[in-house]
């Protein structure tokens, strides 16, 4: 991280910079993530610092759509928020500025763009730079923005951890956790019932939570999206346990996996400009067990538990670090970049480098092979 020189900004001494940064806005955008307020609380007293007004967009876009949804932050509006989970401006995945959603009289709901809404509000706020933090979805519309001539910054959020361009992004470590803990304690209950236990976790279409969980917390098996499951695989490592008398078997199932030649399992299509919902990937997989295995199965989806709750202390240090250099960019005036992590550093990124570049788990890469190496089924 390189530290602005000056406090004070004047175009003179930061030359990359057209006009001095005075007044920025700050939103969170897509699903909530823990570690969304270390980022809010680093970013607003740094910029305090460098004397640079900061605005907060309520509800992600939601805020620079409709009317007086701008808060004004200052230090006294981040003390405390270090622990708490959740963003103190409030997230929203629907507020998607290019494809907004709409209803008619009857209630039927259409997609609008009101793009222009939102660079109309930032032109009357006097805003020089919109910081967004949020995922792929996120960096896309910045970088939309920014083909319109906005100046924008990104800073990356996803507790998938799917984002090509950092290394990690802040809430991925929190979610780990909390999977791990809920493997941990399915292990207790299904060694007593001698039971099956599948457990579905977050992740989209990347299976880093399941991997990082399922070797965390000694799952036996471990599907992940990136690896198309045979169920007979499944059915043969239960039996294998089985006839050594462990008579119970722990089977994480990443929420987009899917057996060979099937498709993710979803709760409903994407909208226009809105992903899918995935959902039912572990209770496809019980209907596929039953009646193969003698043993009961039960199904635990551990679901939003794992967006919830205080961050851990590496999603605090994060984000803590992206809103530091959030700001540090702000005020060199730099804009379109993303901050991100390059091994122990951070850095920023062209926010082009950041949009489109899923980060997926390579089917054949060391964390594979370690689970496969320790006798962790991955269904292929
Ligand atoms: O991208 C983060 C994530 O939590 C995914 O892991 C999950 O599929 C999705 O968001 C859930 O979204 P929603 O909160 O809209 O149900």
């Keep these: 991280m390189t530290k602005p020189r000056a406090r004070k900004i004047s175009s003179k001494k930061h030359p990359r910079a057209p006009e001095p940064v005075r007044r920025v806005c700050i939103l969170t955008g897509g699903?909530?993530?823990?570690?969304?307020n270390a980022v809010l609380r680093a970013f607003v007293k740094?910029?305090?610092?460098?004397?640079?007004e900061v605005y907060g967009s309520e509800d992600g876009f939601e805020?620079?759509?409709?009317?007086?949804?701008?808060?004004?932050?200052?230090?006294?509006?981040?003390?405390?928020?270090?622990?708490?989970?959740?963003?103190?401006?409030?997230?929203?995945?629907?507020?998607?500025?290019?494809?907004?959603?709409?209803?008619d009289k009857r209630g039927r709901e259409h997609f609008e763009d009101v793009s222009d809404v939102v660079l109309r509000r930032i032109h009357d706020h006097e805003i020089d730079v919109l910081v967004m933090v949020g995922g792929d979805g996120t960096m896309s519309h910045a970088q939309a923005f920014m083909k319109r001539g906005l100046r924008v910054i990104g800073v990356p959020k996803t507790i998938d951890n799917d984002l090509a361009a950092t290394?990690?992004?802040?809430?991925f470590d929190t979610a780990v956790d909390t999977a791990t803990w809920a493997i941990d304690a399915l292990h207790s209950t299904a060694e007593s019932h001698d039971r099956v236990m599948l457990v579905?976790?977050?992740?989209?279409?990347?299976?880093?939570?399941?991997?990082y969980a399922g070797i965390a917390g000694g799952a036996d098996v471990i599907l992940i999206p990136e690896i198309a499951y045979d169920v007979d695989r499944v059915v043969a490592k239960i039996q294998e346990r089985a006839s050594r008398g462990v008579t119970f078997s722990i089977v994480v199932?990443?929420?987009g996996a899917k057996p060979r030649g099937g498709k993710e399992s979803t709760i409903s299509k994407g909208r226009a400009g809105h992903l899918a919902r995935l959902g039912g990937a572990a209770h496809g997989l019980a209907e596929q067990l039953k009646g193969r295995i003698p043993h009961e199965i039960r199904v635990t989806v551990l679901g939003h538990l794992q967006r919830g709750g205080t961050p851990s202390s590496f999603d605090r240090l994060l984000g803590t670090r992206f809103g530091v250099e959030a700001a540090w960019l702000c005020a060199r005036g730099e804009t379109g970049k993303m901050v991100a992590l390059r091994g122990q550093q951070i850095v920023s990124v062209p926010i082009e480098d950041a949009v489109g570049h899923a980060k997926l788990v390579d089917?054949?890469?060391?964390?594979?092979?370690?689970?496969?190496?320790?006798?962790?089924?991955?269904?292929?």
């Design 200 to 211: 579905e976790l977050m992740g989209r279409y990347a299976g880093w939570i399941s991997l």
């Design 253 to 255: 199932v990443g929420e």
């Design 46 to 52: 740094t910029c305090c610092e460098l004397d640079i």
């Design 31 to 36: 699903g909530d993530a823990p570690g969304l």
């Design 167 to 171: 290394d990690y992004t802040f809430g």
């Design 63 to 103: 805020g620079l759509i409709q009317p007086d949804r701008l808060v004004k932050l200052r230090s006294a509006s981040v003390r405390g928020i270090l622990p708490k989970g959740g963003s103190i401006l409030g997230c929203s995945n629907r507020a998607n500025p290019f494809a907004y959603p709409r209803h």
């Design 363 to 380: 089917p054949n890469g060391e964390l594979v092979q370690v689970a496969r190496a320790i006798g962790v089924e991955l269904g292929a």
